[in-house]
Every structure is written in structure tokens, then in C-alpha cells.
């Protein structure tokens, strides 16, 4: 008793590969003559001529124990049986989850850097203030006093014409527009 043919989708799901890769096996195992394993794929090589003459399409199979005796291995790491959509959706949210707790940590860490950020300018604020109040030239009482002075004596001695005297013009035009 012969082992079952499979189609490439079969033998894909079988082994837990993709079909190109059951389909690579397949071209390989068919472009030698004398390979020990070209009985396990159908159509045989006179068929395959057949089909190809006539232009017609054919599905490429495959024996089981020839995919078992290529791919063997990968049947043992492979699961055998599928996840439910339960389990799917479990899997999918731990995923989820582990990400939006890595993106919370990174949030975290990005407002203490913000904050010893604002911290600095506060600190950088407060000594430029000390330093322009050490800077600034003294206010004296004379001075003051003396600029009140000049300004009564000036109101006392020239007649007021607020409001009458336009300021003086500034700008481009303002040599032709006296």
C-alpha cells in the first residue's frame, strides 16, 4: 500500500510550511532524471511532457513519505494541533499588552527627563534675574530729583501746545512729506 498524494496546499499545511517552499522541493526533486524520489511525484515525467505539449495546466502532488523524509524535522518543532481563535485572541493580546506596558515605561521615562528639563530653565530663569539686578546701574534719588526738576522748568518756561505738535514723521517718505 502506497502513502497518500497530497497537493501543495496539503503538504503546506502538513509540514507547517509555506507552499513555495513544498513547491521548491518539488522543482528540485523534478529537474533530475534519476532522482531516487521523482516516483513520489505525480504527474510522472511522461505525463509532465504530456500536459505541457498541450498547453494544459496540471496540479503537482506529492507522495506523504516523500514530504515526511524531506521535511521531517519541521513536523517535530510544528505544532500538531491548531489554536482555537480563543487562544489566538489570548496570544494576540498579551502581545498587545507587553507593548502598551514597554510604551507606558517610555512615557514615564520621557516626563522625568521633561521635568528635570523644566527644573534647569526655572533654575537658569532665577540667576539670570539675580544677575540683571546686580547689573543694572543704580537708581539714585538726585537723579530722579533732577529729572523732575528740568521737566517743571521746562513746562514752567515754554507754553504748552500738546495736541497742537504733530511728532515728527519717521520713515521712508518722510524728507518729501514736510
Do not use: C
Not at 524520489?37 to 502532488?61: C, H, L, M, Q
Amino acid at each position: 500500500m502506497t502513502a497518500p498524494l497530497l497537493t501543495i496546499a496539503q503538504a503546506s499545511t502538513l509540514i507547517g510550511r509555506s507552499p513555495s517552499t513544498v513547491r521548491r522541493l518539488i522543482h528540485d526533486i523534478t529537474e533530475k532524471k534519476n532522482h531516487p524520489d521523482r516516483s513520489g511525484i505525480d504527474p510522472n515525467e511522461r505525463r509532465e511532457v504530456a500536459y505541457k505539449k498541450k498547453g494544459e495546466a496540471f496540479t503537482w502532488r506529492i507522495r506523504q513519505d516523500v514530504l515526511l523524509r524531506n521535511f521531517g524535522s519541521a513536523l517535530s518543532g510544528a505544532k500538531k494541533v491548531p489554536l482555537t481563535t480563543q487562544e489566538k485572541r489570548t496570544d494576540i493580546l498579551s502581545i498587545l499588552e507587553k507593548e502598551l506596558d514597554l510604551k507606558n515605561q517610555q512615557i514615564e521615562k520621557q516626563w522625568e527627563v521633561i521635568h528635570a528639563l523644566n527644573d534647569r530653565l526655572r533654575e537658569g530663569n532665577i540667576l539670570m534675574g539675580t544677575l540683571q539686578k546686580r547689573l543694572a546701574p543704580p537708581v539714585e534719588a538726585s537723579t530722579e530729583a533732577t529729572m523732575v526738576e528740568a521737566s517743571t522748568v521746562k513746562s514752567s518756561t515754554e507754553p504748552s501746545m500738546e495736541g497742537s505738535r504733530r511728532p515728527p514723521r519717521r520713515g521712508f517718505m518722510r524728507f518729501w512729506l514736510r
